[in-house]
């Protein structure tokens, strides 16, 4: 027999989220901005509608942007480069960041004609540069502390909070496998023990009715 001590199993960490009320709240926060809430909200809603990585948005032309809800993403993790949107959500805001951007845009000074040729990011900044991922992280961070959320909020949180919600509605393992594009099933099924999770907990702070007196 082996004098070895098994080896303990390894708690699986699971994915941040926030609930529902919480993501309206940081999106709500996020269109306060006098100047930028248009880009800022619309930012987030890419992540949490369409399951985009921080990276993803910042990456975006305008011309990846389908009206009738589809984003298509280049060099994508996986998948087929293909993501989806409620487009009531989200098209009426990109057309009002697009006239706005249009404006931005009119009083770039552009260093090259090379510059306007290769096309602009769908989200920029006064200058006409690409907003960063470490300008999306600050902004978020900033929300969080605005509409007081306690705990982790990060960009990946809304993508997280959206796989989680579609496994709640019943979606299949396999559809939210597409739309978040892993290449791996097991990296999606990470979020059914989200759900799991959140079932233990709501079963445990539930209030039995002889608890409350009334049988």
Request: aromatic share 6%; hydrophobic share 35%.
């Amino acid at each position: 027999m082996s004098d070895e001590e098994p080896k303990k199993r390894r708690k699986r960490k699971l994915p941040k989220t926030v609930s529902r009320l919480e993501a309206e709240l940081l999106l709500r926060a996020a269109g306060d901005h006098p100047r930028w809430g248009v880009r800022n909200r619309l930012m987030l809603e890419f992540m949490y509608r369409a399951g985009l990585r921080v990276s993803e948005v910042t990456n975006l032309f305008p011309r990846d942007v389908e009206k009738d809800g589809v984003v298509k993403l280049y060099d994508a993790k996986g998948g087929d480069g293909t993501a989806y949107f409620p487009p009531d959500d989200i098209v009426p805001l990109l057309e009002q960041w697009m006239i706005q951007r249009g404006e931005l845009l009119s009083e770039v000074r552009y260093s090259s004609l090379e510059d306007v040729m290769s096309g602009m990011p769908l989200f920029i900044n006064s200058d006409g540069s690409r907003i960063t991922t470490r300008s999306i992280q600050r902004l978020v961070k900033r929300l969080k502390t605005k509409v007081g959320i306690r705990g982790i909020v990060t960009p990946h949180v809304f993508r997280h909070s959206m796989a989680t919600e579609m496994i709640e509605e019943g979606f299949p393992v396999t559809e939210v496998q597409r739309q978040l594009r892993h290449a791996d099933l097991a990296t999606t099924s990470v979020y059914l023990h989200v759900r799991d999770e959140s079932l233990r907990r709501k079963i445990a702070n539930r209030i039995h009715p002889l608890d409350r007196g009334e049988v």
